[in-house]
């Protein structure tokens, strides 16, 4: 999906701005190489966006978690919020 921008903007912004939250983003390559969150875009840059690998060893890339939880006890975001404010909105007694 193609993206628009001037200057040299960080990598992190416009991987929000196509909804993937930045602390869920594990590894990002740009151009067949990995790169941090502190890369800086540059005109017709192809980038890739991958979550925590489980079953894949990863370890000689550049990984912007220094350890993945194995099992995750219990993740909330906001968008739970907005859920409980929707039940509420619609329960009717």
Known sequence: MPYRF???PGIKDPIE???VPHTEVDLIIVDDE???FDYQLRANDRVAVYPA???LDISPLLKLREKTL???PFIV???LGKLAKNARIHIVV
Request: glycine content about 16%; overall charge positive; cysteine-free.
């Open 77 to 79: 975001d906001v968008n």
């Open 53 to 55: 690998f489980k079953n």
């Open 34 to 36: 990995a790169v941090g």
């Open 70 to 72: 194995a099992n995750p």
């Open 6 to 8: 001037s200057g040299r």
């Open 17 to 19: 701005i196509f909804g």
